[in-house]
């Protein structure tokens, strides 16, 4: 909508996880290296967790990229919600294993199959589970044996587990021991320091074709970093708004006032807000207040 009036090639602030916007953080550079790091190096099971937000799906699917440049086989399961039935029949579907999809004993042949050609010719191949904190136990269980496919080489499947910090709890649970057992690599993704946030706006932007940008003063982009708390899709959907503010207002430069109304509109909360602030009053008020009956 403000594109044009910007001089936008395409919207900065989408919320999808485009690669193309990819910014190569500290932490986003030491993980992704990691991930391609446990494929190449066949290690077996890597997890991948980070708060609500902080960008693990943008991160998969720069991995699904270097697979594909790479030609390397890989199954990707975004929908977690799955029985083990579904499981079987969604890896069957993404690998197009030549089988019956319906049938566990088909699929597990056939992928078999598919492992031990790839290890021949020095390949592999690699199994991604996105929002892994929603998998059942059973499914999970599946996994785990999964795992125990190897040769002499190593893993004859890499598997990668990403998913919110539950899935940390998740596989502290005395039931998924043996799973826990087997993962060698962990990636942690934290929320963005404020020079990352500031880095991560600006590179949005160079993208989208603004390389100077001045639309985000400085000390903007402070107050965006402390009300998002430095969550990438936060930050993303505040800075979205802010530009339609200024569009509307005619401006090419966002406000303190601008932010103020756009955290109102989404009623967005961090340490010290005023809505927050104004809650604990109002609750306390409450509580002031006089039983009547
Ligand atoms: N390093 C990054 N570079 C560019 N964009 C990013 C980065 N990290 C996150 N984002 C952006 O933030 C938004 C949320 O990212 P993403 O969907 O990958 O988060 P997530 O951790 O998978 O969230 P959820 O826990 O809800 O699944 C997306 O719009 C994505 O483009
Ligand atoms: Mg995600």
Known sequence: MYN?????????????PDPAFFYRSEQHEEALANLVYGVQARKGFIVLTGEVGTG????LECLRDYMEAQFI????????RINAEQF????AYDLDLPCSRTSKTEVLFALNQLLVEQAQDGRTVVLIVDEAHNLEWEVLEEIRLLGNLENRNGKLIQIILAGQPELDRKLDAPNLR??????????????????D????????LEHAGMPNQSVFPEELMAEIHLRTQGIP???????????????AAETKTCTVEMLDEVCEDMRLEWPGSRRRARMREEAEALQRTPFQA
């Open 4 to 16: 044009a009036f910007f001089g936008f090639s395409e919207s900065p602030f989408n919320l999808s």
């Open 56 to 59: 693990k799906t943008t991160m």
């Open 73 to 80: 086989e890989f199954a990707f399961l975004f929908n977690s």
């Open 88 to 91: 079987f029949e969604m890896i």
């Open 178 to 195: 043996q799973l826990k057992q087997r993962i060698v690599l962990r990636c942690n993704l934290q929320p963005f320091t404020l020079r």
């Open 197 to 204: 946030a500031v880095e991560y706006i600006e590179s949005r």
């Open 233 to 247: 899709r936060v930050i993303n959907a505040v800075c979205d708004n802010l530009l339609l503010s200024a569009f």
